[in-house]
């Protein structure tokens, strides 16, 4: 095993290779996909193909963002052992919030200009309006702010998180999997996904991103990242597998059966229950199964 000095290149193998995906994701988007976006080529629909991209969206949306998230909380308590918690807070200030300004107050608003001349609506006039309301947009920004808040949040916390745990065991993964899922569904109730919160935070998703990051700072000292048991992989794989199946089921069945019928994005109904456990269910055997498969697969990437 790799001291913790050394640079674990299969993890900016995954990393990169889950960025692109993030693209591929976004322009879904632009192609049909339910979600919000700058730009739409061609709205969500009932057709085939916007139907396909929404699911392939609603796939990525209950892990990708995730494992960035536990990922980054790897990386913060050997972060701090070298450089303090004021000196590091401080670094991780100017790191992230730089180009949130920028991108909020330069590229944001230029984005939304952009968009808006497909409606007929002039560039200059539409930047110059925006900066007059002092338009803040965070766009895809929004990952760096809620990184500074939960460091923030959990930097007090690491020497007691970080002592070494052996690896979850299956009942606190569901017990986990539940809170997450009772947790959102809860949020959704008052921010239905879709609906953003301060600066562009979709709160509907985060019991999953707070958790996965905490579970990162934890795992950091005994390298649960990189020691992932097969027989966990194994588990949690089968459950994404059936698990993955649900909510389409449930949507159809929701078009045929009243009682079922309701929005997904939240509020008391069948589908909302369903989706909100879906995502921790699926988002485990995706990340469990990426993790240990990426560290074999590129342990010695090429040029």
């Known amino acids: 095993m790799k001291n913790h000095e050394s640079r674990d290149e299969w993890v900016d193998v995954l990393r990169g290779w889950v960025a692109l995906l993030v693209v591929v994701h976004h322009t879904a988007l632009m192609y049909g996909a339910i979600g919000s976006w700058f730009w739409h080529e061609k709205n969500p629909d009932n057709s085939f193909s916007s139907l396909l991209l929404t699911a392939f969206c609603t796939f990525n949306q209950a892990w990708f963002m995730g494992l960035f998230f536990l990922l980054a909380g790897v990386y913060v308590p050997p972060a701090l052992a070298r450089k303090g918690a004021s000196r590091y807070l401080m670094e991780r200030l100017v790191r992230l919030g730089l180009p949130l300004l920028i991108f909020g107050c330069v590229l944001g608003p230029l984005t939304i200009a952009l968009a808006f001349t497909s409606k007929g609506f002039a560039f200059q006039d539409t930047l110059m309006s925006l900066w007059r309301q002092s338009r803040f947009e965070s766009g895809p920004l929004w990952f760096v702010a809620a990184l500074w808040v939960m460091t923030c949040v959990v930097t007090p916390f690491v020497p007691w998180l970080q002592r070494v745990r052996p690896f979850p065991s299956l009942a606190s993964m569901w017990v986990a999997a539940l809170l997450v899922g009772a947790s959102a569904f809860l949020i959704r109730l008052v921010w239905p996904v879709g609906q953003a919160w301060w600066?562009?935070?979709?709160?509907?998703?985060?019991?999953?991103?707070?958790?996965?990051?905490?579970?990162?700072?934890?795992?950091?000292?005994?390298?649960?990242?990189?020691?992932?048991?097969?027989?966990?992989?194994?588990?949690?794989?089968?459950?994404?597998?059936?698990?993955?199946?649900?909510?389409?089921?449930?949507?159809?069945?929701?078009?045929?059966?009243?009682?079922?019928?309701?929005p997904a994005v939240g509020g008391w109904n069948v589908q909302a229950v369903v989706y909100a456990f879906w995502e921790p269910l699926v988002a485990w055997g995706v990340l469990l199964r990426l993790l240990r498969w990426s560290q074999n697969r590129f342990a010695s990437p090429s040029g």
């Open 199 to 262: 600066i562009g935070w979709q709160l509907g998703y985060f019991p999953s991103y707070v958790l996965l990051f905490i579970a990162g700072v934890a795992g950091a000292q005994s390298r649960w990242w990189v020691d992932v048991p097969a027989p966990s992989v194994s588990t949690w794989r089968r459950v994404m597998r059936w698990a993955v199946w649900l909510l389409p089921l449930v949507f159809i069945a929701g078009s045929l059966i009243p009682w079922m019928a309701g």
